[in-house]
Protein backbone atom coordinates (compact mmCIF):
# COMPACT_ATOMS: atom_id res chain seq x y z
CA UNK A 1 0.00 0.00 0.00
CA UNK A 2 1.26 3.66 -1.18
CA UNK A 3 -0.58 6.66 -0.16
CA UNK A 4 0.62 9.89 -2.25
CA UNK A 5 -0.47 13.32 -2.47
CA UNK A 6 -2.89 13.93 -5.47
CA UNK A 7 -1.36 16.67 -7.30
CA UNK A 8 -3.62 17.48 -10.62
CA UNK A 9 -5.20 20.31 -8.57
CA UNK A 10 -6.72 23.41 -11.11
CA UNK A 11 -6.66 26.71 -10.17
CA UNK A 12 -10.04 28.07 -8.60
CA UNK A 13 -10.18 31.28 -10.82
CA UNK A 14 -9.00 30.10 -14.46
CA UNK A 15 -9.40 26.48 -13.93
CA UNK A 16 -5.72 25.76 -15.27
CA UNK A 17 -3.56 23.52 -13.72
CA UNK A 18 -1.70 24.74 -10.75
CA UNK A 19 1.77 23.30 -10.00
CA UNK A 20 3.65 23.26 -6.58
CA UNK A 21 6.18 25.59 -5.91
CA UNK A 22 8.19 25.46 -3.04
CA UNK A 23 5.76 26.69 -0.59
CA UNK A 24 2.68 27.52 -2.91
CA UNK A 25 0.80 25.91 -5.84
CA UNK A 26 0.55 28.49 -8.72
CA UNK A 27 -0.62 28.85 -12.38
CA UNK A 28 0.37 30.41 -15.34
CA UNK A 29 -1.17 33.22 -15.67
CA UNK A 30 0.18 34.10 -11.86
CA UNK A 31 -2.76 33.31 -8.90
CA UNK A 32 -0.64 31.89 -5.89
CA UNK A 33 -2.24 30.16 -3.22
CA UNK A 34 0.20 29.66 -0.01
CA UNK A 35 0.49 26.12 1.52
CA UNK A 36 0.08 26.14 5.31
CA UNK A 37 2.66 25.32 7.89
CA UNK A 38 0.15 22.00 8.83
CA UNK A 39 0.04 21.32 4.99
CA UNK A 40 -3.18 22.27 3.82
CA UNK A 41 -3.93 24.86 1.08
CA UNK A 42 -6.81 27.29 0.98
CA UNK A 43 -8.56 27.48 -2.79
CA UNK A 44 -11.64 29.02 -1.94
CA UNK A 45 -11.70 32.80 -3.38
CA UNK A 46 -13.82 34.94 -1.08
CA UNK A 47 -15.84 35.35 -4.41
CA UNK A 48 -17.05 31.86 -4.52
CA UNK A 49 -17.81 32.15 -0.55
CA UNK A 50 -21.40 33.11 0.94
CA UNK A 51 -19.92 33.78 4.56
CA UNK A 52 -16.85 34.90 6.05
CA UNK A 53 -16.29 31.64 7.89
CA UNK A 54 -18.61 29.08 5.69
CA UNK A 55 -18.99 25.29 6.84
CA UNK A 56 -19.11 23.77 10.14
CA UNK A 57 -17.40 25.32 13.17
CA UNK A 58 -14.24 24.33 15.05
CA UNK A 59 -16.43 22.93 18.03
CA UNK A 60 -18.83 20.72 14.98
CA UNK A 61 -15.38 19.60 13.98
CA UNK A 62 -14.23 18.38 16.96
CA UNK A 63 -17.32 16.94 18.16
CA UNK A 64 -16.89 15.06 14.75
CA UNK A 65 -13.74 14.25 15.20
CA UNK A 66 -14.76 12.57 18.74
CA UNK A 67 -17.29 10.47 17.46
CA UNK A 68 -15.73 9.28 14.46
CA UNK A 69 -12.81 8.66 16.33
CA UNK A 70 -14.68 5.73 18.48
CA UNK A 71 -15.52 3.85 16.21
CA UNK A 72 -19.45 4.48 15.82
CA UNK A 73 -19.32 4.66 11.76
CA UNK A 74 -16.66 2.31 11.01
CA UNK A 75 -19.11 -0.14 9.31
CA UNK A 76 -20.16 2.82 7.04
CA UNK A 77 -16.26 3.49 6.43
CA UNK A 78 -15.74 -0.40 6.02
CA UNK A 79 -18.28 -0.08 2.85
CA UNK A 80 -17.52 2.23 1.32
CA UNK A 81 -13.83 1.59 1.16
CA UNK A 82 -14.56 -1.82 -0.49
CA UNK A 83 -16.34 -0.36 -2.93
CA UNK A 84 -14.02 2.29 -3.36
CA UNK A 85 -10.90 0.10 -4.03
CA UNK A 86 -12.88 -2.84 -5.97
CA UNK A 87 -11.66 -2.67 -9.26
CA UNK A 88 -9.15 -0.83 -9.52
CA UNK A 89 -6.02 -1.53 -11.64
CA UNK A 90 -3.97 -3.57 -9.07
CA UNK A 91 -0.21 -1.64 -10.69
CA UNK A 92 -1.76 1.94 -11.31
CA UNK A 93 -1.92 4.78 -8.97
CA UNK A 94 -5.83 5.96 -8.73
CA UNK A 95 -7.09 9.15 -7.78
CA UNK A 96 -9.50 9.63 -4.92
CA UNK A 97 -11.35 12.72 -3.92
CA UNK A 98 -13.76 13.19 -0.47
CA UNK A 99 -15.57 15.98 -1.63
CA UNK A 100 -16.90 17.32 2.26
CA UNK A 101 -14.47 15.29 3.38
CA UNK A 102 -14.59 17.12 7.30
CA UNK A 103 -11.81 16.02 9.53
CA UNK A 104 -10.94 13.00 7.23
CA UNK A 105 -12.03 10.37 8.90
CA UNK A 106 -13.12 8.55 6.04
CA UNK A 107 -9.70 9.11 3.74
CA UNK A 108 -7.55 7.62 6.31
CA UNK A 109 -10.27 4.75 7.08
CA UNK A 110 -9.93 3.93 3.19
CA UNK A 111 -5.96 4.46 3.25
CA UNK A 112 -6.12 1.69 5.96
CA UNK A 113 -8.33 -0.20 3.90
CA UNK A 114 -5.56 -0.37 0.86
CA UNK A 115 -4.07 -3.71 -0.06
CA UNK A 116 -0.68 -4.52 -0.72
CA UNK A 117 0.50 -3.27 -4.26
CA UNK A 118 -2.57 -0.70 -4.23
CA UNK A 119 -1.16 3.19 -4.83
CA UNK A 120 -3.76 5.86 -3.97
CA UNK A 121 -3.36 9.41 -4.28
CA UNK A 122 -5.58 10.89 -2.18
CA UNK A 123 -7.54 14.36 -2.26
CA UNK A 124 -9.34 15.86 0.96
CA UNK A 125 -11.77 18.92 0.00
CA UNK A 126 -14.19 20.85 2.46
CA UNK A 127 -15.40 24.44 2.55
CA UNK A 128 -14.84 24.59 6.16
CA UNK A 129 -11.27 26.16 6.96
CA UNK A 130 -11.43 23.92 10.58
CA UNK A 131 -12.13 20.67 9.04
CA UNK A 132 -9.92 20.75 6.72
CA UNK A 133 -6.96 21.92 9.37
CA UNK A 134 -7.97 19.03 11.59
CA UNK A 135 -7.67 16.63 9.11
CA UNK A 136 -4.27 18.33 7.66
CA UNK A 137 -3.05 17.50 11.67
CA UNK A 138 -3.76 14.15 11.43
CA UNK A 139 -2.63 12.71 8.20
CA UNK A 140 0.16 14.23 6.46
CA UNK A 141 -0.04 11.69 3.64
CA UNK A 142 -3.08 12.83 1.46
CA UNK A 143 -4.00 16.42 -0.02
CA UNK A 144 -5.98 18.69 2.13
CA UNK A 145 -7.74 21.50 0.48
CA UNK A 146 -10.71 24.15 1.64
CA UNK A 147 -12.65 24.62 -1.56
CA UNK A 148 -16.43 24.07 -2.92
CA UNK A 149 -17.86 21.71 -4.35
CA UNK A 150 -19.74 23.53 -6.97
CA UNK A 151 -16.16 24.73 -8.60
CA UNK A 152 -13.81 22.12 -7.88
CA UNK A 153 -10.17 22.96 -7.75
CA UNK A 154 -9.40 19.72 -9.67
CA UNK A 155 -8.38 19.51 -13.51
CA UNK A 156 -10.63 17.43 -15.57
CA UNK A 157 -10.57 13.58 -15.77
CA UNK A 158 -8.32 12.88 -13.58
CA UNK A 159 -9.95 11.12 -10.76
CA UNK A 160 -10.94 7.36 -10.42
CA UNK A 161 -13.30 7.54 -7.32
CA UNK A 162 -15.04 10.73 -5.69
CA UNK A 163 -16.89 9.92 -2.30
CA UNK A 164 -20.06 12.23 -1.18
CA UNK A 165 -20.70 11.12 2.12
CA UNK A 166 -23.63 12.66 3.84
CA UNK A 167 -22.86 15.88 1.52
CA UNK A 168 -24.01 18.46 -1.05
CA UNK A 169 -23.44 16.31 -4.40
CA UNK A 170 -22.57 18.82 -7.72
CA UNK A 171 -22.72 16.30 -9.81
CA UNK A 172 -21.69 17.86 -13.17
CA UNK A 173 -18.68 19.21 -11.21
CA UNK A 174 -18.22 15.47 -10.16
CA UNK A 175 -18.73 13.97 -13.60
CA UNK A 176 -15.97 16.54 -14.84
CA UNK A 177 -13.30 15.70 -12.78
CA UNK A 178 -13.99 11.64 -13.04
CA UNK A 179 -11.95 9.93 -15.75
CA UNK A 180 -14.72 7.98 -17.75
CA UNK A 181 -15.55 4.84 -15.76
CA UNK A 182 -14.46 6.40 -12.84
CA UNK A 183 -16.96 5.84 -9.91
CA UNK A 184 -18.79 8.35 -7.37
CA UNK A 185 -19.99 6.27 -3.93
CA UNK A 186 -22.52 8.36 -2.60
CA UNK A 187 -23.80 7.93 1.42
CA UNK A 188 -26.62 9.70 2.44
CA UNK A 189 -29.07 8.92 5.58
CA UNK A 190 -31.66 6.26 5.18
CA UNK A 191 -35.52 6.72 6.53
CA UNK A 192 -34.62 5.28 9.55
CA UNK A 193 -31.36 6.92 10.22
CA UNK A 194 -31.31 8.37 13.61
CA UNK A 195 -34.45 7.66 14.36
CA UNK A 196 -34.84 7.78 17.43
CA UNK A 197 -32.88 10.83 18.14
CA UNK A 198 -34.96 12.84 15.99
CA UNK A 199 -38.51 11.20 17.63
CA UNK A 200 -36.93 13.27 20.68
CA UNK A 201 -35.76 16.36 19.16
CA UNK A 202 -38.43 17.09 16.99
CA UNK A 203 -42.03 17.43 17.68
CA UNK A 204 -42.99 15.00 14.51
CA UNK A 205 -41.03 13.36 12.17
CA UNK A 206 -41.46 14.29 9.02
CA UNK A 207 -42.60 11.56 6.24
CA UNK A 208 -39.29 9.36 4.74
CA UNK A 209 -38.74 10.83 1.31
CA UNK A 210 -38.42 8.28 -1.46
CA UNK A 211 -34.83 6.61 -2.00
CA UNK A 212 -34.09 8.06 -5.67
CA UNK A 213 -31.31 6.16 -7.03
CA UNK A 214 -31.74 7.02 -10.73
CA UNK A 215 -28.25 8.02 -12.33
CA UNK A 216 -27.21 11.47 -12.90
CA UNK A 217 -27.11 13.13 -16.22
CA UNK A 218 -23.44 11.86 -17.46
CA UNK A 219 -23.57 8.95 -14.76
CA UNK A 220 -25.31 5.00 -14.93
CA UNK A 221 -26.18 3.14 -11.85
CA UNK A 222 -24.29 0.08 -10.77
CA UNK A 223 -25.52 -0.87 -7.38
CA UNK A 224 -27.00 0.37 -3.61
CA UNK A 225 -25.97 -1.18 -0.46
CA UNK A 226 -27.90 -0.01 2.84
CA UNK A 227 -25.66 -0.08 6.16
CA UNK A 228 -27.82 -0.39 8.57
CA UNK A 229 -27.17 -1.59 12.81
CA UNK A 230 -28.10 -0.55 16.05
CA UNK A 231 -25.73 1.86 17.49
CA UNK A 232 -25.92 2.36 21.70
CA UNK A 233 -24.55 5.48 22.48
CA UNK A 234 -23.08 6.21 26.15
CA UNK A 235 -23.01 9.20 28.03
CA UNK A 236 -24.21 12.84 27.90
CA UNK A 237 -20.89 13.68 25.52
CA UNK A 238 -21.42 11.44 22.73
CA UNK A 239 -25.42 12.38 22.67
CA UNK A 240 -24.02 15.54 22.59
CA UNK A 241 -21.19 15.00 19.66
CA UNK A 242 -23.57 13.11 17.69
CA UNK A 243 -26.40 15.94 17.16
CA UNK A 244 -24.25 18.86 16.64
CA UNK A 245 -22.04 16.70 13.55
CA UNK A 246 -25.64 16.46 12.24
CA UNK A 247 -27.92 19.52 10.49
CA UNK A 248 -30.59 18.71 13.01
CA UNK A 249 -28.10 20.69 15.72
CA UNK A 250 -29.99 23.42 13.40
CA UNK A 251 -33.30 22.39 12.76
CA UNK A 252 -34.08 21.76 16.30
CA UNK A 253 -36.36 23.86 18.63
CA UNK A 254 -34.22 25.22 21.55
CA UNK A 255 -36.92 22.66 23.61
CA UNK A 256 -35.42 19.65 21.33
CA UNK A 257 -31.81 20.41 22.09
CA UNK A 258 -32.56 20.68 25.94
CA UNK A 259 -34.43 17.27 25.25
CA UNK A 260 -31.43 15.70 23.73
CA UNK A 261 -28.82 17.66 26.28
CA UNK A 262 -30.52 15.82 29.27
CA UNK A 263 -29.74 12.33 27.93
CA UNK A 264 -27.36 10.31 29.81
CA UNK A 265 -27.56 7.33 26.89
CA UNK A 266 -29.40 6.49 24.00
CA UNK A 267 -29.59 3.43 21.65
CA UNK A 268 -30.12 4.66 17.47
CA UNK A 269 -30.60 2.93 14.22
CA UNK A 270 -28.10 3.38 11.79
CA UNK A 271 -29.37 3.61 8.63
CA UNK A 272 -27.44 4.70 5.28
CA UNK A 273 -27.58 4.24 1.63
CA UNK A 274 -24.48 3.56 -0.52
CA UNK A 275 -25.24 4.38 -4.27
CA UNK A 276 -22.36 3.59 -6.88
CA UNK A 277 -22.59 5.62 -10.17
CA UNK A 278 -20.12 5.55 -12.94
CA UNK A 279 -19.12 7.84 -15.02
CA UNK A 280 -19.97 7.41 -18.54
CA UNK A 281 -17.70 7.03 -21.37
CA UNK A 282 -17.51 10.65 -23.30
CA UNK A 283 -18.64 11.34 -26.52
Request: glycine share 8%; charged share 20%.
Amino acid sequence: MTITPFRALACPLDGAPLHCDGSAWRCAAGHSFDIARQGHTNLLPVQQKRSRDPGDSKEMVEARRRFLTGGAYQPIAAAVSRAALADLAPNATAGCLDAGCGEGYYLRQLAAAAGDGQTLALLGLDISKWAVLSAAKQDKRPNWVVGSNANLPVQPGTLDRVLCMFGFPVYPEFARVLKPGGELLQVDAGPDHLRELREIIYPTLKPARVADTQAPDGFTALATETVRYPLALGGREQVADLLAMTPHLHRASAEGRAKAAALTALSVTVDVRLVRFARNPVG
